[in-house]
């Protein structure tokens, strides 16, 4: 399935409404066999459909058919593949998948990243607005400080063992851009995902500060 804004991390969920012909086809089939298909973003400023090389592929967790012929579902990525060759294009697209290799995320330069990045969600979270109150309510859902919550989400955060899915976590609660998702899915490493986590926490917080001044 390609679609203009939508990035499969794994373990994240991700609602979806299916009401094109060619989905219903692929989703009755998905539903017949192994429940999982991809999702992939779409090339930015190609007029073709032509999905970025690398998506998230997901199982269907569950779905609801309704009297339209649509269906709601919910589905849960499992892991990033990198799209191979087309194999056919009706009545939906099937292409050969790979799966991404994430390489050693257990590295001192990783722990540093992982610092840094937690530094820049603490100043997210105290400088406030709708992303940050987003971020709290997903990480401090009960049993926190509720006297201290800012304390309690990078705790939460702090607490997570896999650096891959520390990154991913983040990527997903605290970057709004599509397009930025995108490039941290695709990102061949854990410390590349990281280091480009900072850049867009620091864009994200410097633009927010221009606007605190006036400047935008």
Same mark, same amino acid.
């Given at each position: 399935m390609i679609l203009n804004n939508a990035v499969l991390f794994p373990q994240a969920l991700l609602p979806l409404r299916i009401f094109e012909p060619r989905y219903r086809t692929m989703l009755a089939e998905a539903l017949d066999t192994h429940r999982m298909f991809c999702v992939a973003m779409q090339k930015p400023g190609d007029p073709r459909e032509t999905p970025l090389p690398v998506a998230g #592929?997901? &199982?269907?967790? @569950?779905?609801v058919k309704n009297a339209d012929g649509t269906s709601n579902l919910i589905l849960q990525g499992? @892991? =990033?593949? =990198? *799209?191979? $060759?087309?194999?056919r294009y009706k009545p939906y697209?099937?292409?050969k998948i790979?799966?991404?290799? &994430?390489?050693?995320?257990?590295?001192?330069a990783v722990d540093a990243l992982k610092v840094r990045v937690l530094e820049l969600v603490e100043e997210q979270l105290q400088a406030g607005g709708e992303v940050a109150n987003?971020?709290?309510?997903?990480?401090? $859902?009960? %049993?926190?400080?509720?006297?201290?919550? &800012? =304390?309690s989400a990078i705790q939460a955060l702090r607490m997570i063992p896999n650096p891959s899915q520390? @990154?991913? *976590? #983040? @990527?997903? *609660?605290? &970057?709004q851009t599509a397009f930025a998702r995108q490039v941290i899915l695709q990102s061949a490493t854990v410390a590349e995902r990281l280091r480009h986590l900072i850049q867009f926490l620091q864009q994200d917080l410097a633009?927010?500060?221009?606007?605190?001044? %006036? *400047?935008f």
């Open positions: #592929i997901g &199982i269907v967790r @569950a779905a499992v @892991a =990033r593949v =990198r *799209l191979g $060759k087309v194999v697209r099937f292409q790979h799966m991404v290799d &994430i390489g050693d995320s257990d590295t001192v987003d971020l709290l309510r997903q990480l401090v $859902k009960s %049993g926190g400080d509720s006297e201290n919550p &800012i =304390r520390f @990154a991913d *976590l #983040i @990527a997903l *609660l605290s &970057i633009a927010e500060a221009g606007e605190d001044n %006036g *400047l």
